[in-house]
């Protein structure tokens, strides 16, 4: 009954209601649909698509064995999907051909200067290759991570309008904690004395477990009429409790301001299990999407499926910045065509 009620309240006896039903049903699951791993779901955690000439792109992290580099799927409407396609044997980036030996995660795929780069995680440092197709191959001739006093994983490269390159990333110190810092040009390395942390889990809904190591991690980031949104997901990725919010500076470097809506994404709005770490992307027609994962069933959390939602931007009607909104009732889970399983 709680959601038909929802509809009739006011938003502060909404978000009331909400935490008090998170905080009564904890770390249990939610109900949802098993998924066999013989259908036609994508199995890729930590998904993000890249849209080139009329191609979508898909890229994520292969739960089943992470330690090959990266698979990509192809799709021309976003509903169905060809794949793997990769140069590679359908990877974009095969092992041996750029930095990592296993653990290789959270890809991001972007164009610049005429080559598509791929940050992503090996090892648990940051790389960047590069290529001359989104298909790959994805190399790098000097293969290297960036240097760092401590592991950091999930990149995600912003470049400005003026120019200026940010790599949005997390670094495990006492937590999982989101930080920024200025690349140089050539995406291999930080300027010294640009890194910032920006945000940690400090509210209820990024800890809901109660663990004693915070996440937040995963992070995009949106410019919208000069402001920039830092979307970033709180709650251990094994955990049902998995969930996206978001926060909101006039800087790149912030102060962020939280938003009052968090979380956006969560097992109660999208009625799955984990969802979250995911990339914002433009179709064809201009149209906002976040694609995530969510976890396998109701009992286990991996091999994680790749879902996407419509998003879009609404005004607060406060007189403040835009609000960034989820359309829960868009979800769909992308899939193979019957000609295309691999």
């Known amino acids: 009954m709680i959601n038909p009620l929802l509809k009739i309240m006011s938003k502060p006896v909404q978000r009331l209601l909400m935490l008090l039903y998170l905080l009564l049903i904890g770390s249990n699951s939610f109900a949802q649909a098993d998924h066999k791993l013989t259908d036609r779901n994508i ?6 698509i890249f849209y080139h000439d009329g191609v979508y792109y898909l890229y994520g ?6 330690s090959k580099g990266f698979l990509v799927y192809s799709s021309k409407d976003l509903k169905t999907w060809g794949g793997p396609t990769g140069v590679s044997d359908g990877y974009a980036l095969k092992k041996g051909d750029a930095f990592g030996t296993q653990g290789f995660w959270a890809p991001q795929i972007f164009y610049y200067n005429n080559k598509f780069y791929m940050a992503y995680v090996a ?21 290297k991570a960036l240097d760092a006093p401590v592991k950091q994983i999930d990149p995600f490269i912003f470049i400005d309008d003026d120019g200026k390159k940010y790599m949005y990333h997390v670094r495990l110190d006492k937590g999982n904690k989101l930080y920024v810092a200025e690349l140089n040009d050539d995406f291999q390395s930080i300027k010294e004395g640009t890194l910032k942390e920006c945000i940690t889990a400090t509210e209820h809904w990024e800890n809901m477990d109660n663990a004693p190591w915070t996440v937040t991690e995963g992070p995009s ?9 830092f979307i970033y997901t709180a709650n251990d990725f094994r955990s049902p409790n998995y969930a996206v919010g978001y926060a909101v500076s006039s800087s ?34 201009g149209k906002l999407h976040y694609v995530f994962h969510t976890h396998n069933s109701s009992t286990k959390a991996t091999p994680r499926i790749t879902a996407i939602v419509d998003a879009g931007f609404k005004p607060d009607g406060n007189g403040g910045g835009d609000k960034l909104i989820i359309n829960a009732k868009s979800f769909y889970y992308p899939q193979i065509s019957d000609k295309q399983k691999p």
């Open 43 to 48: 199995y890729l955690a930590d998904p993000t």
């Open 61 to 66: 992290t292969v739960d089943k064995d992470a």
């Open 123 to 143: 090892d648990e440092k940051i790389a960047v290759a590069e290529s001359n197709s989104p298909l790959g191959p994805f190399v790098q001739t000097d293969k």
């Open 221 to 229: 980031i949106i410019k919208h009429k000069n402001l920039y949104y």
């Open 252 to 285: 790149p470097y912030g102060p962020w301001e939280k938003s009052d809506d968090n979380p956006i994404i969560n097992k109660l709005i999208i009625g799955k299990n984990g969802p979250g770490h995911g990339d914002f992307f433009t179709d064809a027609k």
